[in-house]
């Protein structure tokens, strides 16, 4: 089930023209993934830590649809899913509350699970393939 990150865009997400940073876009779906690992119960500071095995992101795309500005207010849809036993992609959908909403990016990562010391690919480990499986 998709999870939903509300934020508001804030002056230091935007560059000179006044419109967000098209990198930080980004980040802030990356705060989303933070948060909805947090809202599932997974520890943050152990799943960031090096415990043996890392989940870098090896492919990202984004697609600009509108500007989002400082002060606009967000609503972040992180919605991922299992590619094979040692990979998932999430989908994240940026919209800017209105009056009306509108979608103002769509953005696509892809994550591998690797262990840190070898680089060979691992199963995604307990809480993170609950998470992954909806579950």
């Given at each position: 089930?998709?999870?939903?990150?509300?934020?508001?865009?804030?002056?230091?997400?935007?560059?000179?023209?006044g419109v967000v940073f098209f990198a930080n876009y980004l980040a802030?779906?990356?705060?989303?993934?933070?948060?909805?690992?947090?809202?599932?119960?997974?520890?943050?500071n152990a799943f960031f830590s090096d415990n043996g095995v890392v989940?870098?992101?090896?492919?990202?795309?984004?697609?600009?649809?509108?500007?989002?500005?400082?002060?606009?207010?967000?609503?972040?849809?992180?919605?991922p899913k299992r590619l094979s036993e040692n990979s998932f992609e999430?989908?994240?959908?940026?919209?800017?509350?209105?009056?009306?909403?509108?979608?103002?990016?769509?953005?696509?990562?892809?994550?591998?699970?690797?262990?840190?010391?070898?680089?060979?690919?691992?199963?995604?480990?307990?809480?993170?393939?609950?998470?992954?499986?909806?579950?």
């Amino acid at each position: 089930m998709p999870f939903n990150y509300p934020r508001t865009a804030h002056f230091s997400d935007t560059d000179a023209a006044g419109v967000v940073f098209f990198a930080n876009y980004l980040a802030i779906c990356h705060e989303g993934y933070e948060e909805a690992l947090s809202a599932s119960g997974v520890d943050l500071n152990a799943f960031f830590s090096d415990n043996g095995v890392v989940v870098p992101i090896s492919r990202s795309e984004a697609e600009y649809l509108r500007p989002i500005s400082c002060g606009d207010r967000l609503s972040v849809t992180v919605a991922p899913k299992r590619l094979s036993e040692n990979s998932f992609e999430i989908r994240y959908e940026i919209t800017r509350l209105g009056p009306p909403a509108k979608c103002a990016a769509r953005v696509r990562t892809e994550h591998v699970c690797i262990d840190s010391k070898s680089r060979a690919r691992k199963a995604l480990p307990g809480a993170l393939a609950a998470w992954v499986d909806g579950g």
